[in-house]
């Protein structure tokens, strides 16, 4: 696959996680959210139920101590706590009425309960149906036996109903039928009344309670666990990444710069392994291509710069580089060396009757007769000096049988001295440093053109 698409795929993946992190953060919030708001909904529709409870208890206490101790102020505490829970008054200064009262030594700070409009927070309140019906019946139950306890209250201070439903009617005070009406089997089974509604409302909130918090809970879990296989997700992805520009990339790149320090040290191997199929893949066989048209042109090159162009022979360069070498493997062999230095007679004269073309061709020829003789040891040299229109050869042969300092610049001298030898002798000579003899070596060129 090409780097391109890999990266955009892994990109891709890359946002997709992202995006599902987003909403594994999103919901883990809202699961803590969730269990924040369930906790305190269920604190507060607890703390209501727990507050009828006591104010039911709080009522039948103030009655009973109003009817025990004859002291107004528990009747008015009594009457003041229905009017709050009704919600007819929104608030009540218990302390200053009780620092009024001589109860205030005995460290009684007041009513347990403080509820207010108990109906109202009874809507309000996240509470079930159920929940709402069985808590409006105890509230109702509580307030029909307020009856009664007025009734006990009224009559401990010898006050009774009237024909409309007041307390107008005076008699002598009743404690014991006070008493009773608070305490007999009555007024006992009333009070379960109240409480078991309120008991089955809290088993209710309780059982509904621990299921919300599950729920939440299991969000939070669920939420957890999401993230931590995104983040587990986002750390292959980024390993994926990491490998793919370290090994596709990096590495493929690094390979390049050393491929191409070697060339430049023309050293070793400078080819590139070609491993993918992508990009770099591309550019590594190109790059192999452009370095073996490089080589190839460096070969021309190397060839054009030590070849004459005329005859295809080694030039002077390459006859120096290659003089030098042989000398050297002579002294190293122990083995004689010859040099022949040749040269075409009257060549000046050939060119001037046949025209240069013609020398050229001439020269071409000498130089394929030459290749034709010489054996794998033996080097040509062209030496554009002369023509002659049945072109004749002079030949200098120098040769050493034991190695001498410069012996490559002693051969040419010596050769070119035995060449000059040669031609004062009339030319078509072989001269060695013993004698000289006729060569008898023609070349018949080709008719020019
Ligand atoms: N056609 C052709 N002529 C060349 C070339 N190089 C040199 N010459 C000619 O070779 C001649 C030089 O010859 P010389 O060696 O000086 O004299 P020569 O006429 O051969 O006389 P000897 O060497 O004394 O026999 C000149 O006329 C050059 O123009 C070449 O590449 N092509």
Redesign the pocket.
Known sequence: MSIQRLLISLSALASVLLALALIGVFGLLDAYDKLDQQRRDYQRAHALTHQLQESSDDLTRYARTAVITLKPVYHRLFNDLLALRSGTTPSLNWQQDLQQDWLSSTHWDGPHSSIADFEQQLHELPFTEQERTLLALAERRSIALTEREQLAIHAAHGRFLDSYGKFTREGPAEPRMATKLLYDKTYLDAKRGIMQPIEQAFALLEARQVKALQRAEDQRLLFSVWLIVVLLAGVATATAFHLLISRRIVRPLLGMVARTEQFTLGQGNNRLTVRYDDEFGALAKAFNTLMQRVENNLSLLEVSANTDP?TGLDNRRQFEHDLLSECLRMQRSQQPISLIMV???????Y??RYG?????V??QQLAQAHNLLQRVRDLALPH?????PIVTI?LGVCSLSTWQVDMPHVLLQRADELLYQA?HAG?NQICTSDQCHPANMTLMPKAPN
């Not at 040269?343 to 004269?349: I, L, P, S, T, Y």
């Not at 240069?356 to 050229?360: E, I, S, T």
């Not at 554009?384 to 002659?388: A, M, S």
């Open positions: 005329l040269d075409v007679d009257n060549f000046k004269a060119n001037d240069h073309p013609a020398g050229d001439c020269l554009r000096d002369n023509v002659v002079s031609k030319r």
